[in-house]
């Protein structure tokens, strides 16, 4: 579906929508503009804020409703709710109690809760409490305090104390890291923990030659002395994994050969020998009689009768021919042409489509005289069953339906509304106040006046043309373009209610402006 321009009532930008998203009564552009209309006083449920005086300092502010049922908000800041609190006012004020710090001799006020808690109220700041702590815990007068130990290097004879701690967990054999790394420096060969016997002399087997080597019991001096020791040894049937050769016979020269079973597995083992493999045998064409070479292998599997693809099938096309052909299914049918009668044959697939015989039997044409005019003309056969043909061209269709569905015939009928005048109220100078209170847009998609390339038409909400001389009507106008205002006949009772409910709510019950207020705002006579 086409979609519509039409202008959000938030932000008055313009944005393309379906045509359905508008019948269904989006009015913007986006989320955000659809949150925006309804915070503060665009919300239907929004009630405006009461005065109350502030108990602290007498200042005037403003609360919610609800703030003032509860009786929630009595000052009009934080600070001033801290300082009703605060000090005497606060009914749970109690006065400050003078203490003498316990280390620099000061005099400062302590809260009681404090001191009946056992929080504090010795000293005056942190700083006297961890100079305090210091003096106090330090040393011998510590409880878990303990003598450090005397002890002698084992690495330069030097004495030095360590803590009972380092004692228990086996430290303290050094003084210092220093000595620590020469005594193990010292730890080499068969004094070292990981000792395994050092390197031995061994003999190869297959060299003969003397080496070195940590191992329990090497055998050879190298790899390369293992490979050569491991060829004759595991060659043949004195391999662990032999399996046997299997007798072929070859494709070329039908000599009989022996291959190994996995050479065979993976395909292989056709042939003798790489002269046998690239032999290939010449041979003519079937078709066109050339001389083609190919291996022999591809002529048994089916290969190697035509030369070309070309060859291919121009001999099939000779072949599968008829009956001779796998989708052979019968053949052609005969099925008779509905204008000729003449019988044509057609594949089975086609004899329950196919109803002519060629392409001007099936533009066959029949005379016919117009119900306007009266005038001669051809049509199909195809036309005439759908209920069509009754006129030669579109202006005799239009004018025949003009003259028999207008006035009392047709089904829009309201007894000659449309004949009465309209109010001598509602002229010129009133329908450019209703157009200039609307911004010169169309209320329903949004278009504005230069789009719709004339004036916008001024619609009666009530559909009743004396809205403007009669007080008992409310006078309810809106600005539309031609074809919203094409729309607004039919269903008339579901626009009036509409337009009634977005009058009321977005425009406050007013549709125009009076002639003072638009000269004051817009300068228009």
């Not at 494709?251 to 083992?269: A, M």
């Amino acid at each position: 579906m086409p979609k519509i321009t039409a202008n959000c009532q938030e932000c008055g930008k313009t944005f393309e929508a379906n045509q359905s998203e508008i019948r269904r009564g989006r009015k913007y552009c986006s989320i955000e503009c659809a949150g925006k209309s309804r915070i503060g006083e665009k919300n239907h449920k929004w009630k405006p804020k009461v005065k109350n005086t502030c108990e602290e300092c007498g200042k005037e502010f403003e609360i919610k409703p609800y703030q003032a049922k509860n009786g929630s908000r009595k000052y009009c800041s934080h600070e001033c709710s801290e300082k009703a609190h605060s000090g005497k006012k606060n009914p749970n004020w109690k006065p400050k109690i003078k203490r003498i710090c316990g280390e620099c001799g000061k005099e400062f006020e302590v809260s009681p809760w404090v001191i009946k808690e056992n929080k504090g109220g010795k000293y005056c700041s942190k700083s006297c409490q961890y100079k305090a702590r210091t003096r106090l815990y330090s040393g011998v007068n510590n409880s878990r305090w303990k003598p450090k130990i005397k002890r002698v290097c084992q690495e330069c004879g030097k004495e030095f104390e360590i803590r009972p701690g380092q004692a228990k967990t086996g430290e303290g054999k050094y003084c210092s890291k220093v000595c620590l790394a020469k005594s193990q420096s010292k730890i080499v060969g068969e004094r070292h923990p990981n000792w395994k016997g050092g390197t031995k002399k061994w003999i190869c087997e297959q060299c003969g030659k003397e080496f070195n080597s940590r191992k329990k019991s090497p055998h050879f001096c190298s790899k390369d002395c293992k490979n050569r020791w491991q060829s004759p040894q595991y060659r043949g049937a004195n391999n662990p994994f032999y399996k046997g050769k299997i007798k072929r016979v070859c494709q070329t020269c039908g000599k009989e050969f022996e291959v190994p079973p996995n050479v065979v597995e993976h395909g292989g083992g056709k042939f003798c020998s790489k002269e046998c493999m690239i032999t290939r045998i010449t041979k003519k064409c079937e078709e066109c009689g050339k001389e083609i070479t190919i291996a022999p292998n591809r002529i048994k599997a089916g290969f190697g009768k035509y030369c070309s693809l070309a060859c291919r099938g121009k001999a099939r096309s000779k072949i599968f021919v008829g009956e001779n052909h796998p989708n052979y299914k019968g053949g052609k049918v005969p099925v008779v042409c509905q204008t000729c009668k003449k019988t044509f044959y057609v594949y089975q697939g086609r004899a329950s489509v196919a109803k002519y015989c060629s392409m001007v039997c099936s533009r066959n044409r029949i005379k016919r005289n117009c119900l306007l005019c009266g005038t001669e003309f051809e049509i199909p056969k195809s036309k005439i069953k759908g209920k069509r043909g009754y006129y030669c061209c579109h202006e005799c269709y239009y004018k025949d339906r003009t003259n028999r569905f207008s006035g009392e015939n047709s089904s829009s009928w309201l007894g000659g509304i449309s004949f009465e005048p309209y109010c001598p109220k509602f002229n010129n100078e009133f329908r450019e106040r209703v157009r200039t209170y609307y911004d010169y847009k169309c209320v329903l998609c949004g278009k504005t006046q230069e789009k719709n390339g004339k004036k916008l038409s001024v619609h009666h909400v009530n559909y009743q043309k004396n809205a403007c001389c009669d007080e008992d009507i409310p006078s309810f106008f809106v600005s539309l373009c031609n074809s919203c205002h094409t729309k607004t006949n039919h269903n008339r009772e579901k626009y009036r209610k509409q337009f009634e409910k977005m009058i009321e709510k977005r425009f406050g019950g007013r549709s125009y402006f009076h002639k003072k207020e638009q000269l004051s705002h817009y300068g228009v006579k």
